[in-house]
Every structure is written in C-alpha cells, then in structure tokens.
T-cell receptor, first 117, second 117 residues
Framework: GESVGLHLPTLSVQEGDNSIINCAYSNSASDYFIWYKQESGKGPQFIIDIRSNMDKRQGQRVTVLLNKTVKHLSLQIAATQPGDSAVYFCAETYRGAGGTSYGKLTFGQGTILTVHP | EPEVTQTPSHQVTQMGQEVILRCVPISNHLYFYWYRQILGQKVEFLVSFYNNEISEKSEIFDDQFSVERPDGSNFTLKIRSTKLEDSAMYFC???????????????FGPGTRLTVT
C-alpha cells in the first residue's frame, strides 16, 4: 500500500553541524512533497516543499532534495541550532482526481532531531 | 500572521460520550482537513472538506465521525460515541485555493488533545 517512511528515527548533532534527514516514499503518483517540523505540544509547521518536476529546492538554511528514481526525499539543515530540535516529518500528496487540488497528506513516521549546544 | 486555531486544547471524556472539536481555519482558505496523531506515532489523515462537502476520507473516518462547517468561520469534528482508541491529538488544517498558487501548503492548528477514559 501507500506509505511514506523514514530511515533514521533519531538524529543527534552538535550545534553548527549540518543535519540530513531522510525519507522514502512508495507512491509513484505522489507529485508534491513537504517537510514539516513539530515541536512538543504543537502542530506540524511547514518548512519547505518541492514538486516532482524539481530535484532540489533551497530555503533559508534548509534544502530539500528529491530523487524520484529511488523515491527518496531528504532535508538538509545547515548550521543546525538548538532551536531546530524537534520531530521532522516528510509528507507526500498528489493532485486529486479532479486535477485541481491537492488532498490528503500522507506522513512518514518522523525523525527526532536533537541538537546539542 | 494568520493562523489556524483550535478549541479546546485538551478534552477529557468518558467512553461512549459525544465530543465536538472546533477549529477556525485561516479566513481566506477554502480547503479544510482533520488529522489525528496517536501519541508517539505519525500524523494520520482523517478527512478533507471543500465546498461544504467531504472531498475524501480515510478508513479511520467511520460512521462515528462527522464534520461540519456550521458558519463562515468554524469547522468542527464530531465523534458520536468515543472509544478508548480515539485518544489522540487531533489537528485541523486548512489551505488556499490551489489553482493559482505554486505552493499548496496546509497550515496546521495547535491541536486538541482528546483523552477518552
């Protein structure tokens, strides 16, 4: 069935290091991918997204890479800070049957990122 | 910055009781969603809602669940007869009309923690 999964459930890094969080997806129809950050007691917060017609997208300190050949997604965080400590989820979706909207997000299990000062 | 709000933040109820979780989506958004997250697990899609009707629902969203947009601002999730396994964080999300935007971000609320005893 459809699934989005993560290779590494936990990641510990030192402040200032770069972090890489990985995600595998299995639905070939997925054409839009998002990374969310979830801090304790809060809802998922959008970080960055990428459409399937791209293989790389950069934001402020974050980069998302998409490899459609192996159905792999990664989030790179540059110069990781203690405030980056959170659970990171990848999510995927696809354009609906009507072709005009995106529907449900399918989330992965999440990776716990801990940044040590 | 506009945000999705949810009330209450925590709801405790007895098994078999009805609960209504409330959400106020971002005002110019047209698509609305409910997700849930059982403690320690991934976020799971429940239902999406557009143009005053359900667009898509998951297997979790059985006859015990219903959604409603009773007025121009609120979006509610009702569970008619709660079960112990309904205990989870329930997140509401909303997104804009996706036809004219490159990004299809779903904005999440802070969640309602439902505890069924």
């Amino acid at each position: 069935g459809e699934s989005v999964g993560l290779h590494l459930p936990t990641l510990s890094v030192q402040e200032g290091d770069n972090s890489i969080i990985n995600c595998a997806y299995s639905n070939s129809a997925s054409d839009y991918f998002i990374w969310y950050k979830q801090e304790s007691g809060k809802g998922p917060q959008f970080i960055i997204d990428i459409r399937s017609n791209m293989d790389k997208r950069q934001g402020q300190r974050v980069t998302v890479l998409l490899n459609k050949t192996v159905k792999h997604l990664s989030l790179q965080i540059a110069a990781t800070q203690p405030g980056d400590s959170a659970v990171y989820f990848c999510a995927e979706t696809y354009r609906g049957a009507g072709g005009t909207s995106y529907g449900k997000l399918t989330f992965g299990q999440g990776t716990i990122l801990t940044v040590h000062p | 910055e506009p945000e999705v709000t949810q009330t209450p933040s925590h709801q405790v109820t007895q098994m078999g009781q009805e609960v209504i979780l409330r959400c106020v989506p971002i005002s110019n958004h047209l698509y609305f969603y409910w997700y849930r997250q059982i403690l320690g697990q991934k976020v799971e899609f429940l239902v999406s809602f557009y143009n005053n009707e359900i667009s898509e629902k998951s297997e979790i969203f059985d006859d015990q669940f219903s959604v409603e947009r009773p007025d121009g601002s609120n979006f509610t999730l009702k569970i008619r007869s709660t079960k112990l396994e309904d205990s989870a964080m329930y997140f509401c999300a909303s997104s804009q009309d996706t036809q004219s935007r490159i990004s299809y971000e779903q904005y999440f609320g802070p969640g309602t923690r439902l505890t069924v005893t």
